[in-house]
Structures are given as structure tokens and as C-alpha cells.
């Protein structure tokens, strides 16, 4: 059984092509991972899901943890049984989610003290307990435990936080070690702090690939900074994780910004922005985004997208989910959000065939343009 | 082809079971509907309402008229195409919703002017009108235009709605008629009224045989009379109507209803119940309704109903829908409502199969012995 195998079957300038094995299925890179929060992508089945071309989702942590519990996840057999998902699974650490969406009561060397959105209960969270909850859930992937402070922290909190990251990603790896079965199936991720600082980001590379990793995170950006600064900061913090394993920036992004990133040597990406966006009515295209709230769409008989060929695209007009949206029907979220996952996926396999095909540039400044109109 | 023909193959005491043909498919019978409000079953794809194995599904004028408006449905090549369901679809009168969801202003001869529930603009329906934004919609069954009176009404306001519902009834039939091409492939039902009166219902079901319906639907009923009040009048309400004819039951209902209507002769069923409750953490099972909020099934790994084959039950255990539903997830709401809609067109297979078989009695009585605990 294959543990963790990542191969690159092309390379574009600093973009690659390729896959990683694993035990419970292979992920194509440049890959999108759809996030299913609470153990559900939501508004989709699972078999939906897969059929739009994803190869991997990923799982936040703190939510499982907190609802319906990582033990009791374990004891129903695992997140991949409970939820119908039979591909692998990535769980983030819990760490960004921590700080926010709850009420923060302590940070410490040690972890950090929380009190639950949902209902106030007190729960801690610390590289050893982030990495046990996510070995609970049966994680295909698992993510160290980071620290993340806001963009707007002092140079001197930015490079504390990141010390500490690197501390607690030594931590994570250990006790990832420590576990058994789990540690001989699963792959483990570090991930690179250091704000928009390039010596922030060395040093954090150095620590990382010190450790040893499966592979290598970009975090910390999609914060808020913008796109401008984020690119400038890939630019120089790609280059600095190990080329021959996956990178991982996570929580990004627009279309737009992967295209980008791709460019840049990114290899994997999650982002609740399809998701999302189909619950609030806004469609992915090549074109643009577009609103499907707005009125001019209330007689509209073409698809959301003439040229795709996602189960909505093939059977419904713009009229009909404009009306689905504004009358706040569910089945508006369905359609909505199945489309904009196959819109991802088909971007990350036109990514794909473009650096196979050694037109990586051509193909990004094509869909940029028209993108962004 | 084919407008309208029902077929009876068996009859068991007072039920029958057949088969309407119609041009947009067959009717098995008897039949259950499911509701499509708002040119959706809620939390459902059209594909997936079929693979449940409804045959017909039902519109509601009143929503459809208000949004997004008989005019632009029709605009938009109608109703069946702008939902994507090529099978029949029966669109009530819009009588019903306008008592029950707007603010009326004015019920005259001519008909009731009411404000939208949605937007507070004024609009009429008439018979001509509700007749006319059915046939705008494309509907396969129409129904004649009625006015409903509560409950509570004294026996003189029952009788005087009654008779004025047969005038209606009568320029519902006419106004039909004079519908060209929509009169040639569609079928028009009338409405037996009469609240609980023997008397009433008589007259009025002597009054619809006058005017003549391709079906007769029993309204009135299911209204908060309570159940045994309900099966009472169909005791004596369903032989007034042609036993040539189908017979439909307005907004039935519970499990136990269906069975105890269906021996009584009736043949078609409409009720948001298996999707409203899909959508409320109430799962249908041949042992009566589970609460799947409740506590209990939060570590059951069964599916909601073992012998259930629906997609649903097929993939995942209550403890998963207990999460989803308890989550307020998307996807509990469409497991659930889909859950449900295979569990009612499973009883009324399992009913049709029955009275082929002239063993309905013992089916009915097992049934009700096992859902009613």
C-alpha cells in the first residue's frame, strides 16, 4: 500500500503537473479540495462531489471536534464511512478556525483555550490534541498545529508567532509519530508561517524541512492582504519549500488567485469560495462572476455557462436558478453550488493538460483575460 | 395521443387501482404527488422526485402566479420545461393558498382579491384567472377554481360556499373549454365541497357530475377536522362521485390517511408532508415517524429504515443524518425529504400491489397495526 507518493510529470517554469498516491485514491495536481466543514460539502452528495472531479476534500478539525466530536466520529468508524466519502481527506488543524470563529481564552506554549461558537462549552486545542483529533477522524492528511496572528500584528508578534508555529509543528510531527497505524497510513503537512516577510518565510522553510514533512503549506496569506501582496509574497516563499514535495496554499482562492499561484509552483488548493458563493447566488464562469440574483437574469434561457457540461449546465436556464435563488429554495443551493465545484475542478484540469502541454502562460494570460473581462 | 383515460385494472371493496394515461406519461394509481410549490420539490432534483417513483407532481398556482408570474412562465416555454419534470404535473387552483397565505381584501361573486404574501401588491383570482395562469403554466390536470371557508363556518356559510363554489366550478369548466390547444391535452378536475354535510356534499357532487370533470377531487377535508372526522365523510362523500372517474383527495396526508382514504376509493394524493418534514428532522419508516433531532440516534449506525431502499437509506446511518439534521446542513434536508418520498411511493406500490392482488384488507391492516405501533 502506498503510503504517500508524490510524482511530477511535468514541469512549466516553476509550475508542475503530476500526482499523489495514497492508500485511498490518487489526487491529481494542481489539485482543488472542496471544504466540507462539517463533515459535508455542503448542499452536495458525496458521489456529486466526486463526479465533478474531486479527487480529495478536505475537513476543518474544530468544527468536528466540537460537533458531533472527534471520539464519537472514531467510534462511528470515521470521518471517510460517516460522511460517504471514500477518497482521501485533508483536515486543516484547527488552528486559523480557533481563532476566528471562537471566543479565545488563553494562548499559551502549550495550546490554546477556547470557548465553542455553538454553545460556549471550554475546549483546548494544542499540537498533540490537534494532531489526535485529526487522527480520530481517520485524516488522510494531517495538518500541524500553527499559530496565525492578524496581518496587522508588530514585526516582533509576526516573528514570535512564527517561532512558535515552528515549536508546535515539531510537536505535531511527534506526536503524528507517536501514532501508530495511523502514522503508517496518513501523510503529515507542515506549514510555512512568516507573514509577508522573506526572512520570516526562510527561516520558517529551514525549520520546517528540518522536521521533515509529506509535504508543505503556504499559510498565513488570503488574510486579507490582497491579491498584489499575496503574489509578491509567493513569489519569493514557493521557492524556499522542497521541490520535490507537494505545496499547499491554503484557503485560497478566486479563480483567479489559483491560476496564479499555479504559476507559481502551488500544487493544492481548498477554498469554501464555490461553496459558498452558490448558497448567496453568485456562478463561477470563465467570464466572470456572475450574480444569478440579479434581474436580468429572470428571463435569461441559457445555461449559467454555455460551454459547461456540469449537470445544471445540462439541464437548467438562468431563468429557472434566478427564480430558485431569489425564492431562497434549497434546490437554488444545489445547483448553484455543483456548478461552481465543476467549474473549479475543470479550471485545476485545464491547469493541469496546460503544463503537460508546456503552455502554462498562454493558457493563464487566456483565462485571465477573459476572467477578468 | 392520448389526453386523459383512466383505466381500472382491479378493484378490492371500494379501492381501485389503475392507471391514467395522459401525454406526458402514465398515472399509476393510486398515486401520490408530491409538492412542487415554487416550481421545485423542495430540496430535490427533478431526476431524483422520478427515481422515487412519482409519476405526476403538483404546482401551486397561487406561488407560481406571484413568482415568478404565469406570464413569464409561459414566456419561458412553461412550466414543465422551466422545472425540468416531463412528466404530468396538476396545478391546484391557487383557492386554497390565497384563504390560507394572503390577506384577502374582497371575496364577491366575480372572485377574491388578496394581497401577496410576498410583496403586498394587490391581485385577483377569478375562475377565468385561476383557469387561465393554470393553463399558462402548462398544466396537465387543472383544477376548477374553488372557495374554501373555515371549519368553523356556520352550516348556512357552509352551504352558500359550497353552492357558490359549483358557480365557479361551471365558468371553471367554461373557461377550460375555451382554452384551444391547452383544452386538447389537458384534463380539468372538479372540486366536491360540502364540508362534513351529506346533504352538501350530495348537492355538490350532483352539481360537478352536471357540469362534467374528466376527475373529482374530495376538498374540504384535512382541514383540521381531525382524522376520524375526515375518513367519516369519505365514507359517505367518495361513492357520490363517478367510480369511472379518478378520485383525488385534496392535501392527504399522513401514512395512516393515505391507507384508510385509499380503501375508501380514492385515487390520488397530494401533501408537503414527506418534504416539509424531510426538512424538519422527521423521517417516514413502516414503524411509524422517527424524530431523527432526537439524541438517541446520535451514535445508531442503521440506516433510517433498514428494508428502505432508498439512495439515502443505501449510504448513510442515522447518527449521520442525526448530524446533518441537528447542523442545520443542507444536506440533511435533502436526504431526508428524499428518504421520504421513496418511503410514500413505496406504500403506494405496496398498495397498488395489494388490491391487484385483493388483499387489501390484510395490507391495510398490517400496516396500520405496525405504523401505528
Same mark, same amino acid.
Given at each position: 500500500?502506498t503510503r504517500f507518493a508524490f510524482?511530477?510529470?511535468?514541469?512549466? &517554469?516553476?509550475?508542475?503537473?503530476?500526482a499523489i498516491a495514497m492508500a485511498r485514491g490518487t489526487i491529481?495536481t494542481?489539485a482543488?479540495m472542496?471544504v466540507g466543514?462539517?463533515?459535508?460539502?455542503?448542499?452536495?452528495?458525496?458521489?456529486?462531489?466526486?463526479?465533478?472531479?474531486a479527487d480529495i476534500i478536505l475537513g476543518n478539525t474544530?468544527?468536528?471536534?466540537?460537533?458531533?466530536?472527534?471520539?464519537?466520529?472514531?467510534?462511528? &468508524?470515521g470521518l471517510h464511512?460517516?460522511?460517504?466519502w471514500?477518497g482521501p481527506i485533508l483536515t486543516d488543524s484547527?488552528?486559523? /478556525?480557533?481563532?476566528?470563529?471562537?471566543?479565545?481564552?488563553?494562548?499559551?506554549?502549550?495550546?490554546?483555550?477556547?470557548?465553542?461558537?455553538?454553545?460556549?462549552?471550554?475546549?483546548?486545542?494544542?499540537?498533540?490534541?490537534s494532531i489526535?483529533v485529526q487522527r480520530?477522524l481517520g485524516s488522510d492528511i494531517v495538518m500541524a498545529f500553527?499559530?496565525?496572528?492578524?496581518?496587522?500584528?508588530?514585526?516582533? /508578534?509576526?516573528?514570535?508567532?512564527?517561532?512558535?508555529?515552528?515549536?508546535?509543528?515539531?510537536?505535531s510531527r511527534?506526536?503524528f509519530?507517536?501514532g501508530?497505524?495511523h502514522a503508517g497510513t496518513a501523510a503529515i503537512f507542515g506549514i510555512?508561517?512568516?507573514?509577508?516577510?522573506?526572512?520570516?518565510? /526562510?527561516?520558517?522553510?529551514?525549520?520546517?524541512?528540518?522536521?521533515?514533512f509529506d509535504g508543505y503549506a503556504?499559510?498565513?496569506?488570503?488574510?486579507?492582504?490582497?491579491?498584489?501582496?499575496?503574489?509578491?509574497?509567493?513569489?519569493?516563499?514557493?521557492?524556499?519549500?522542497?521541490?520535490?514535495a507537494p505545496r499547499y496554499l491554503m484557503?485560497?482562492?478566486?479563480?483567479?488567485?489559483?491560476?496564479?499561484?499555479?504559476?507559481?509552483?502551488?500544487d493544492m488548493f481548498d477554498?469554501?469560495?464555490?461553496?459558498?458563493?452558490?448558497?448567496?447566488?453568485?456562478?463561477?464562469?470563465?467570464?466572470?462572476?456572475?450574480?444569478?440574483?440579479?434581474?436580468?437574469?429572470?428571463?435569461?434561457?441559457?445555461?449559467?455557462?454555455?460551454?459547461?457540461?456540469?449537470?445544471?449546465?445540462?439541464?437548467?436556464?438562468?431563468?429557472?436558478?434566478?427564480?430558485?435563488?431569489?425564492?431562497?429554495?434549497?434546490?437554488?443551493?444545489?445547483?448553484?453550488?455543483?456548478?461552481?465545484?465543476?467549474?473549479? /475542478?475543470?479550471?485545476?484540469?485545464?491547469?493541469?493538460?496546460?503544463?503537460?502541454? &508546456?503552455?502554462?502562460?498562454?493558457?493563464?494570460?487566456?483565462?485571465?483575460?477573459?476572467?477578468?473581462?
Amino acid at each position: 500500500m502506498t503510503r504517500f507518493a508524490f510524482s511530477i510529470a511535468a514541469t512549466n &517554469g516553476a509550475a508542475r503537473t503530476g500526482a499523489i498516491a495514497m492508500a485511498r485514491g490518487t489526487i491529481r495536481t494542481p489539485a482543488f479540495m472542496p471544504v466540507g466543514t462539517a463533515a459535508t460539502v455542503k448542499a452536495m452528495k458525496p458521489g456529486d462531489v466526486a463526479a465533478s472531479g474531486a479527487d480529495i476534500i478536505l475537513g476543518n478539525t474544530y468544527h468536528l471536534m466540537l460537533r458531533p466530536g472527534a471520539e464519537r466520529v472514531a467510534k462511528l &468508524g470515521g470521518l471517510h464511512r460517516f460522511m460517504g466519502w471514500d477518497g482521501p481527506i485533508l483536515t486543516d488543524s484547527g488552528g486559523y /478556525q480557533v481563532m476566528s470563529l471562537s471566543e479565545l481564552i488563553k494562548v499559551t506554549e502549550e495550546g490554546v483555550s477556547f470557548k465553542s461558537h455553538l454553545d460556549g462549552t471550554r475546549h483546548m486545542l494544542s499540537p498533540e490534541r490537534s494532531i489526535e483529533v485529526q487522527r480520530l477522524l481517520g485524516s488522510d492528511i494531517v495538518m500541524a498545529f500553527d499559530e496565525l496572528v492578524p496581518t496587522t500584528s508588530t514585526a516582533a /508578534q509576526q516573528r514570535e508567532a512564527m517561532e512558535r508555529s515552528m515549536r508546535w509543528a515539531k510537536r505535531s510531527r511527534e506526536e503524528f509519530d507517536r501514532g501508530g497505524d495511523h502514522a503508517g497510513t496518513a501523510a503529515i503537512f507542515g506549514i510555512q508561517q512568516g507573514a509577508l516577510d522573506a526572512q520570516l518565510r /526562510q527561516a520558517s522553510a529551514e525549520a520546517l524541512i528540518d522536521i521533515g514533512f509529506d509535504g508543505y503549506a503556504v499559510g498565513g496569506l488570503a488574510v486579507g492582504e490582497g491579491q498584489a501582496a499575496m503574489l509578491g509574497c509567493l513569489d519569493f516563499a514557493v521557492d524556499m519549500l522542497p521541490a520535490d514535495a507537494p505545496r499547499y496554499l491554503m484557503g485560497v482562492g478566486k479563480p483567479d488567485d489559483i491560476v496564479e499561484a499555479v504559476v507559481r509552483g502551488i500544487d493544492m488548493f481548498d477554498c469554501v469560495l464555490p461553496t459558498r458563493s452558490g448558497r448567496t447566488g453568485q456562478a463561477f464562469t470563465a467570464d466572470g462572476p456572475l450574480n444569478l440574483r440579479n434581474a436580468r437574469f429572470a428571463e435569461d434561457q441559457e445555461p449559467i455557462e454555455p460551454e459547461c457540461p456540469c449537470p445544471t449546465c445540462a439541464q437548467f436556464e438562468r431563468a429557472y436558478v434566478h427564480h430558485l435563488v431569489k425564492s431562497g429554495e434549497i434546490l437554488g443551493a444545489m445547483l448553484m453550488t455543483e456548478h461552481n465545484l465543476w467549474f473549479y /475542478q475543470r479550471l485545476m484540469q485545464g491547469l493541469r493538460e496546460a503544463i503537460g502541454a &508546456g503552455r502554462l502562460v498562454a493558457y493563464a494570460e487566456d483565462f485571465l483575460g477573459r476572467y477578468r473581462g
